[in-house]
């Protein structure tokens, strides 16, 4: 039955929106629900969509947006660093299965083309469905997550030379459909200059484009850019024959060290979650039941032979790289299915004529369901196997730190926000800085700062900048109703952040107090005090005792600031309570003055270092009769 796109969009979307909250609450996780919705309102169930290839295309192009998103977190430095992993673990995941899967192939009575093919098909795994259940489950940093994703790794590029191949094991050359007219030298100089195009781009074009859309203060606009982006290298790929999965995450790698990451990564991520949700509503639309029905034991069998051999392969290559106990169970359960490229491999391999259409409609059928097979056994697995694996997680330092791993996140990096950096760099304590003027943050990696480009009033922003990890979050902005927006946001979303914020004055300080900072500084408190300090020793002070007499109005005018935040009337009790404190303050300080001189010496001496054993018993008495009495003077304010 023909229906609309507004009603196959509607159909699509209400089935994500009733599944997956079900199919979480059940503890099935958000992938199977997906694949459940697709299974229940496609063509064999309720027949409201149809199994359309069109639609599965659409969806694979969340899959892509997916790859660019992980090519963002791993700079190259990082992924040269992962090549020993990813070549190593992948490739002999890649080979094993392919030899196995031809030698049971051949014992099957299948010709020796059509098993090399299944075993190039099936020893592909999900990219979107592992790396989605192992983020779930907040597994992708452990051994056994950092191992998944460089075999998924190995195996999105080895999906380039495997659409090379399949066509030359058609059955006859006739029926390979090959342009002649393009010499291989030219198709060869066309990759090439696509991919240096990517990498040359990334390094130098790209930047002064996103700094001109962001100097436009135009959210719309940098989402239209990134995903201009996007599109525009995944079109290019595919026109020189590559997968444009591969080439959108080369030019992820190649922006990760951009000013402009976190600002792409929150940009791009709503989009990749519902194309990917879209993706396993159609792999589950396109589950053929009608030929389940009919070879409902052989197609049974061929789903858990798949599942078995790729564990068996999958064990023998987690103990060869020294994964042991719940490591190895879910890096082994998490790859044993095959994966979305298997279905653009099979369906070439069936225009190419290396499969018939028998074949090629089977193997959709046991790839799909070998799909939903792994949420199932991770589920199984989920007990106590997860718990003791994030137990030994916790036990076990990171080696690879990345920008989500700093314990400080910086919103605004100005005058005020500089200071606070640079006492931070200079005790080797890792900053994640967010600044919102592109300009300001082209003028500040001329001096070598690292900052990104983003307005952290956005939660997505800031949990792309790392703040589920990180401890502190600096609010230095110079903007106070940005200030307060960035607070809020950070309260509710964030509430297990230490936040420190920067207010303008009194007034921007009482309302952030009553947002829930934790620690506010007014910018003008200390550098006017500091300049008090100087005009009382250029007076005839004395330098100790002008610093006392600073530290002490700060120490009361907070204490202050802390006292008018419980008062409903803030305008009129402020001047009363000011007026009665100016009184009280001024004879605190009389009081403080009448140290004997000899006493202030040797305490400034202490202060700055000198012999502490220098102190007279005059100096103890006086400091410590004064003490007592600022004490009691601060308990009862209004006496």
Not at 254 to 281: M, N, Q
Not at 490 to 499: C, D, V
């Amino acid at each position: 039955m023909e229906h609309s796109l507004w009603f196959d969009a509607f159909i699509y979307l209400a089935a994500a929106v009733l599944s997956v909250p079900i199919a979480t609450r059940l503890g099935l996780g958000s992938v199977l629900g997906y694949l459940i919705a697709g299974a229940i309102i496609g063509p064999y169930v309720l027949g409201f969509v149809g199994g359309s290839p069109d639609v599965m295309h659409f969806a694979e192009f969340g899959v892509v947006i997916m790859l660019f998103l992980i090519g963002l977190e791993l700079k190259p430095s990082r992924l040269w660093r992962l090549k020993k992993s990813i070549f190593f673990t992948g490739g002999l995941q890649v080979v094993l299965t392919c030899l196995v899967i031809w030698s049971i192939g051949l014992a099957a009575g299948l010709s020796g083309r059509m098993s090399i093919a299944l075993g190039l098909i099936l020893s592909v795994s999900s990219t979107a469905l592992v790396l989605q259940s192992l983020q779930e489950k907040g597994l992708l940093k452990t051994p056994a997550g950092r191992h998944s994703f460089s075999v998924l790794l190995f195996q999105d590029i080895a999906v380039i030379p495997m659409l090379a191949v399949i066509p030359f094991l058609a059955v006859s050359s006739a029926m390979v459909h090959v342009d002649s007219s393009i010499p291989a030298w030219l198709r060869v100089s066309e990759i090439a200059a696509v991919i240096g195009g990517i990498i040359f781009g990334g390094h130098y074009l790209l930047r002064p484009v996103f700094r001109m859309v962001a100097q436009s203060n135009m959210r719309e606009l940098f989402v239209a850019a990134a995903l201009a982006l996007v599109v525009g290298i995944a079109q290019a790929m595919d026109m020189v024959g590559l997968s444009p999965a591969l080439g959108t995450f080369l030019a992820g790698v190649v922006l990760a060290d951009s000013e402009y990451r976190h600002e792409l990564e929150a940009d791009v991520e709503p989009f990749k979650g519902l194309l990917l949700g879209l993706f396993f509503i159609s792999v589950g639309a396109n589950i053929n039941f009608n030929l389940l029905a009919h070879h409902v034991g052989i197609i049974s069998l061929l789903v858990v032979s798949l599942v078995v051999i790729k564990l068996v392969v999958l064990i023998f290559i987690g103990l060869l790289s020294k994964l042991r106990g719940e490591n190895l169970a879910i890096f082994s359960l998490a790859l044993s299915q095959s994966g979305e490229f298997g279905f653009v491999l099979v369906s070439f391999a069936g225009s190419s004529y290396v499969l018939s259409k028998s074949v090629v409609d089977m193997t959709t059928l046991v790839i799909a369901l070998s799909m939903a097979t792994t949420p199932l056994l991770m589920m199984a697995a989920q007990g106590w196997l997860f718990s003791r694996l994030h137990k030994n997680r916790a036990a076990t330092p990171e080696s690879d730190v990345t920008d989500e791993g700093n314990p400080v996140i910086i919103a605004g990096f100005g005058r005020f926000g500089q200071i606070v950096g640079r006492m931070l760099h200079s005790n080797h304590i890792g900053t994640t800085i967010l600044e919102h003027d592109a300009n300001h943050i082209k003028t500040l990696g001329r001096f070598g700062f690292k900052v990104f480009y983003g307005n952290a009033a956005r939660a997505d922003l800031l949990s792309a900048a790392g703040a589920e990890n990180a401890k502190l979050l600096i609010v230095a902005v110079d903007n106070p109703e940005r200030t307060l927006e960035i607070v809020r946001m950070a309260r509710q979303n964030f509430p297990h952040l230490i936040i420190l914020a920067r207010a303008v004055d009194r007034p921007h300080a009482l309302e952030l107090m009553r947002s829930g900072v934790d620690y506010v500084h007014r910018e003008t408190l200390g550098s006017g005090v500091a300049m008090g300090v100087d005009a009382l020793a250029e007076l005839g002070w004395r330098a100790n005792q002008a610093y006392r007499i600073g530290e002490f109005f700060k120490s009361y005018d907070n204490k202050l600031l802390r006292e008018q935040l419980l008062k409903e009337d803030y305008d009129g009790e402020f001047l009363r309570q000011s007026l009665r404190s100016q009184a009280m303050l001024d004879k605190l300080l009389n009081d403080d003055s009448q140290v004997p001189s000899e006493a202030y010496e040797q305490a400034w001496e202490s202060y700055v270092g000198e012999d502490k054993n220098s102190q007279t018993p005059q100096m103890h008495q006086a400091h410590k009769r004064n003490k007592k009495q600022r004490q009691e003077r601060m308990n009862n304010p209004l006496d």
